[in-house]
T-cell receptor, first 110, second 115 residues
Framework: DQQVKQNSPSLSVQEGRISILNCDYT??????FLWYKKYPAEGPTFLIS?????DKNEDGRFTVFLNKSAKHLSLHIVPSQPGDSAVYFC?????????FGTGTRLQVFP | ETGVTQSPTHLIKTRGQQVTLRCSSQ?????VSWYQQALGQGPQFIFQ???????GRGNFPPRFSGLQFPNYSSELNVNALELDDSALYLC??????????????FGAGTRLSVL
């Protein structure tokens, strides 16, 4: 029973365009949502987070949007760069643990 | 400031054996969590330690056990290895200041193969 779902296993975007990665969740009690980026042979790297009481958080090229009524969040990357090519994980906090989605592989091509 | 380091990077064991994985937390971080990441999946929470006490456990059997030491380094022990234990094991640490948000900083992981 997956509480955090990333239904798109992969996404391909041209350099300079917007990348939109989506995530759905089932538990309305989650307090925080986080996005992590993972390169091969490295651990996940924290990217950006959002509190459940907010609907938007922005950090440079990265913006996360939260729609609580739809139990949906999305990560926007503008403009996309080749170095953004990685696997992106959405995660939710449940007391002291993180619950991760299965990830979306983003490829940014020139 | 050093990040989270894990050792070894790769390990091959046979079914039924026992394994110990090690993690050195980021300086100043007093909480450590362990995750298992199977191929094509997201990391799955195993357990967390805070100030040397287990502080939460995921849906893993008792043959998965851990320790946290006074210097906040940590071990994950797995007994009676099964083929399905083959995975990437990730250690993550977090400082007290970010416990509420549960922002965790990950090591590169140990790739365990059980034959």
């Amino acid at each position: 029973d997956q509480q955090v779902k990333q239904n798109s296993p992969s996404l391909s975007v041209q350099e300079g365009r917007i990348s939109i990665l989506n995530c759905d969740y089932t538990n309305s009690m989650f307090d925080y949502f986080l996005w992590y980026k993972k390169y091969p042979a490295e651990g996940p790297t924290f990217l950006i987070s959002i509190s459940s009481i907010k609907d938007k958080n922005e950090d440079g090229r990265f913006t996360v949007f939260l729609n609580k009524s739809a139990k949906h969040l999305s990560l926007h990357i503008v403009p996309s760069q080749p170095g953004d090519s990685a696997v992106y994980f959405c995660a939710a906090t449940d007391t002291d643990k993180l619950i991760f989605g299965t990830g979306t592989r983003l490829q940014v091509f020139p | 400031e050093t990040g989270v380091t894990q050792s070894p990077t790769h390990l091959i064991k046979t079914r039924g054996q026992q394994v110990t994985l090690r993690c050195s937390s980021q300086s100043g971080h007093n909480t450590v969590s362990w995750y298992q990441q199977a191929l094509g999946q997201g990391p799955q929470f195993i357990f967390q330690y805070y100030r040397e006490e287990e502080n939460g456990r995921g849906n893993f059997p008792p043959r998965f056990s851990g320790l946290q030491f006074p210097n906040y380094s940590s071990e994950l022990n797995v007994n009676a290895l099964e083929l399905d234990d083959s995975a990437l094991y990730l250690c993550a640490s977090s400082p007290a200041s970010e416990r509420a948000k549960n922002i965790q900083y990950f090591g590169a992981g140990t790739r365990l193969s059980v034959l």
